[in-house]
């Protein structure tokens, strides 16, 4: 039965019209935006997702930071404290040769003077942005922030490297107190128990720098892999996309065509009422 109150051709052409033209625009904001999921209205759960993990990105980059200024805070004590072992090297054979008998000692304790004072200018020196690991001030462990972790039901809790700070001070008030001309034996009796602390203090802070090199490493490897990651699930596949456009702009053309023949069809029911 025609009708020319109703023409069902026409609202069945006009519907799948307005589908292909929704999908169009769909794929328009696609291209143009480059994502699948621009919004949570696009895949709610999915945004969600990305949204989590592209904070735990940026807390990343955070991280990053504060690994980069402990790197710079552990450097420089632990430059310092291979600078105090060798002028403790240095001390020592100078305390050697002060065990002999026919040697100018005074001379000697006057080189063994500077080098002590040299040590203590570097133990004062070895402080980055306020903070002096090797000179005694600073007693408890210095943390460095390392990492976010978050656990299945989605808490989360920082990790840091702890850096213990070591007192070279102390080796340069023994150092300074030598007097190779008064008791040169005695000197060489302590001057071993120093050397070895301060290859320790440097074994120490080499040991945490190293630990923060990796983890730095670490940290900049995850957030790009987080990035990558939340890059597959909401960046548009370009090449899909182009190739989705080019169908959708056929359909569009044929779904007009369509109904534009379908709107000419009452036009058909003149042709009954013609004498």
Do not use: C
Request: hydrophobic residues 45%; glycine residues 6%; aromatic residues 2%.
């Amino acid at each position: 039965m025609s009708s020319i109150l109703t023409n069902n051709s026409a609202m069945v052409a006009l519907q799948t019209l307005r589908g292909i033209n929704s999908n169009l625009a769909k794929i328009q904001d696609e291209i143009s935006t480059g994502k699948s999921v621009a919004s949570a209205k696009d895949n709610a759960a999915v945004w969600a997702i990305t949204k989590t993990m592209e904070t735990d990105v940026a807390g990343f980059k955070a991280i990053g930071d504060s690994l980069a200024l402990g790197q710079s805070t552990v450097g420089v004590a632990r430059a310092a404290s291979e600078s105090v072992t060798d002028l403790l090297k240095e001390i020592k054979q100078l305390i050697v040769s002060a065990q002999e008998e026919n040697v100018d000692r005074a001379k000697i304790q006057t080189d063994i003077t500077e080098r002590a004072a040299q040590i203590g200018s570097i133990i004062s020196a070895a402080q980055f942005n306020g903070l002096n690991l090797v000179d005694g001030s600073q007693t408890a462990d210095v943390s460095v922030l390392a990492s976010l972790d978050r656990a299945a039901d989605g808490s989360v809790t920082a990790a840091s490297i702890a850096v213990a700070p070591q007192d070279l001070d102390a080796i340069h008030t023994a150092v300074a107190a030598y007097d190779v001309e008064g008791d040169h034996e005695a000197a060489l009796a302590d001057i071993e128990t120093q050397l070895q602390a301060a290859i320790t203090a440097s074994a120490n802070f080499g040991s945490v720098a190293k630990r923060i090199d990796i983890q730095s490493d670490f940290v900049k490897k995850l957030s790009d892999a987080m990035t990558s990651g939340i890059g597959a699930l909401v960046d548009a596949d370009m090449e899909e996309a182009s190739a989705r456009l080019q169908a959708l702009q056929v359909q569009q053309q044929l779904a007009t065509q369509s109904l534009s023949i379908a709107n000419q069809a009452p036009q058909t029911l003149l042709s009954l009422f013609r004498g």
